[in-house]
């Protein structure tokens, strides 16, 4: 099924679809740095380009230095869980949330009573200055320049000068600020 979805006709077709499609400064980056890297698939602490190459994963992103790509101790616990619990509904209690809520608990430092999910790095950053500027009543964000903090509301507001200050209408008033300097 995997080959019915993604198929190209060429790894300069696929290089061309993906500047068409996903992100064309990034993909041409690459490819100007003599990089034209198209990852198949990942297995370990491999990645295998569409040609079949095996080459040593030393980017590393995200969990991948915990794990490895497709862990399958990972993968056969997810597929276990899948099997009765779904992402479910945030509105109502769930067994595994509360289970995991109370296990997080159990090892945090005292006076952390609470837990709140994200959905990502990018949300969890967001939850965290918001709720810092809620126990601090500060409103002042602080970063390191040109860090990634992610590409949700007040976490992009926060990394790179490449990315504006978040402004937008709200139903509450005419516009909101991200980026707050007082």
Known sequence: MT???????SKQDM???SKQFWNPDKTQFWIDSGVPLVIDRRE????????GKRLIDVHLNGGTYN??????????????????????NHHFPSLARTALAEALISTAPDGLTKVMYGSGG???I????????????????VSVAKA??????????????????CSWPTGRTSSATCRSTT
């Open 3 to 9: 080959e019915e979805l993604i198929s190209f006709a």
């Open 15 to 17: 290089l061309a679809k």
């Open 44 to 51: 370990g602490y491999f990645i295998y380009d569409v040609e």
């Open 126 to 141: 967001d939850i965290a200055l918001k709720s810092a500027r809620h126990a601090t009543k500060r409103r002042r964000i």
């Open 148 to 165: 990634y903090h992610g590409h949700t509301g007040l976490a992009v507001a926060t990394g790179d000068e490449r990315f504006p200050p």
């Open 122 to 124: 990018g949300e969890a």
């Open 67 to 88: 794990l490895g790509h497709r862990n399958p101790e990972v993968a056969a616990a997810v597929t276990a869980a899948m099997q009765r619990f779904d992402i479910g």
